[in-house]
T-cell receptor, first 116, second 115 residues
Framework: AQKITQTQPGMFVQEKEAVTLDCTYDTSDPSYGLFWYKQPSSGEMIFLIYQGSYDQQNATEGRYSLNFQKARKSANLVISASQLGDSAMYFCAMREPRSNDYKLSFGAGTTVTVRA | SAVISQKPSRDICQRGTSLTIQCQVDSQVTMMFWYRQQPGQSLTLIATANQGSEATYESGFVIDKFPISRPNLTFSTLTVSNMSPEDSSIYLC????????????FGPGTRLTVL
């Protein structure tokens, strides 16, 4: 069963505007972690932001913020003031500690293209 | 954050040959993982590299095809054996900081093309 769902294959955003990338997840474990990564065309995976299931506040890292809605099992990434360098693939991932091996399950990804 | 390097960064190989990819971390880490990303696809976990013992493979991946070594807490290798064009992918090493696992970082990846 799909654990992480990203329903937006691709998005266009105007430079300096904000963009929201959707991510929903499925787990029965009360303890889990949610990650967002950025993958530019070079192929490297760049860690952006992390949200723990017990965190009381939404995570923020500079221009990145995570809109965590636990009851809806969603963890949307918001990128504010988009820049041309934000053009990349973005992956949502979840880690379940149930098996104690801390593997990540990834969504299909969303391609973001920032227009000047 | 951990600094992770991978060698080689890219390679073009002939079918039937093998390639060993190295992953080096600048500090000791508990968890090391190997992922594959086929063209246009998301990441799929190949195996967890265990220090001092055999790797733990995910469904669909076997040790004969993807042997993994992890001789210490800062280094691991993944070998892609008897390659075919279907093995053309980006291979990424990932590390977790502690058993409690706050953040997982990735190496820069190895872009493999099999002809």
């Amino acid at each position: 069963a799909q654990k992480i769902t990203q329903t937006q294959p691709g998005m266009f955003v105007q430079e300096k505007e904000a963009v929201t990338l959707d991510c929903t997840y499925d787990t029965s474990d009360p303890s889990y972690g949610l990650f967002w990564y950025k993958q530019p065309s070079s192929g490297e995976m760049i860690f952006l932001i992390y949200q723990g299931s017990y965190d009381q506040q939404n995570a923020t890292e500079g221009r990145y913020s995570l809109n965590f809605q636990k009851a809806r099992k969603s963890a949307n990434l918001v990128i504010s003031a988009s820049q041309l360098g934000d053009s990349a693939m973005y992956f949502c991932a979840m880690r379940e500690p149930r098996s104690n091996d801390y593997k990540l399950s990834f969504g299909a990804g969303t391609t973001v293209t920032v227009r000047a | 954050s951990a600094v992770i390097s991978q060698k080689p960064s890219r390679d073009i190989c002939q079918r039937g040959t093998s390639l060993t990819i190295q992953c080096q971390v600048d500090s000791q880490v508990t968890m090391m993982f190997w992922y594959r990303q086929q063209p246009g696809q998301s990441l799929t976990l190949i195996a967890t590299a265990n220090q001092g013992s055999e790797a733990t493979y995910e469904s669909g991946f076997v040790i004969d095809k993807f042997p993994i070594s992890r001789p210490n807490l800062t280094f691991s290798t993944l070998t892609v054996s008897n390659m075919s064009p279907e093995d053309s992918s980006i291979y990424l090493c990932s590390v977790g900081r502690t058993l409690q696992g706050d953040t997982q970082y990735f190496g820069p990846g190895t872009r493999l093309t099999v002809l």
